[in-house]
């Protein structure tokens, strides 16, 4: 018995999502459109990537866009030693890096020339926080503001760490690889940045 048109069900048939390695192989051949579907699958984890580092939502998005920037310009050198994302992920701490080198001079600058028409000048340069999401309570603010502030003291490694395993969620081989650091040494670090943010938080126990 013949069954009818109207009980014919249509198959539906899902494409499986293109890795990563394929894209980059499309990008290599001046696939454009390969390039923007890896900005699209990775470009709101760099960004927060980006404010965790430096604490500054605008220059972030700028250090966001510099950074596929970047990677649009070396693709066709990228070699595939690691995977796209710890490549593009060096790429945005690097950036991250060079801005805070850049804020550290500038606020030297500035400190020295407060400080040159007089000793008793005892003028400070407050730098927005710049992480805090609108709608957040006074509350809720003021503690988020004492952890970064906690986070920001730390010094660069361990800083690093600690944003990318305990901010981030990522692993510890993924740390390791995005460092270019042995396993062990991303264990370490871990371990003394948060024995030192424990006793700068002390008083939130």
């Known amino acids: 018995m013949a069954r009818s048109k109207e009980a014919e069900v249509p198959k539906v048939v899902t494409e499986a999502p293109i890795d ?17 579907e890896l900005m699209i699958r990775y470009q709101e984890e760099i960004f927060r990537l980006a404010v965790r580092m430096i604490n500054d939502r605008e220059r972030a998005r700028d250090i966001a866009q510099e950074c ?56 400070s340069i407050d730098l927005p926080d710049g992480s805090q999401e609108p709608g957040a309570t006074a509350s809720t603010s003021e503690l988020q503001d004492k952890i970064l502030r906690a986070i920001e003291s730390l010094d660069e490694a361990h800083r690093t760490v ?12 993924e740390i390791a690889k995005v ?27």
């Not at 003394?192 to 939130?204: F, G």
Request: aromatic share 8%; proline share 1%.
């Open 68 to 123: 596929f920037l970047r990677a649009f310009r070396a693709i066709k050198n990228f070699r595939g030693q690691s995977s796209f994302s710890t490549w593009i992920y060096r790429i945005t701490l690097n950036l991250c890096y060079n801005e805070r080198h850049s804020r550290r001079r500038a606020m030297a600058a500035a400190t020295f020339s407060l400080n040159v028409g007089s000793d008793e000048d005892e003028s």
């Open 179 to 205: 460092l270019g650091c042995p396993v062990g040494t991303v264990r370490s670090r871990l371990h003394r940045a948060r024995m030192e943010l424990r006793d700068l938080l002390a008083d939130l126990a």
């Open 20 to 36: 990563d390695e394929a894209l980059v192989a499309r990008c290599k051949r001046d696939d454009r459109a390969a390039f923007d």
């Open 162 to 173: 600690v944003i990318l395993r305990d901010i981030n969620d990522q692993s510890y081989q």
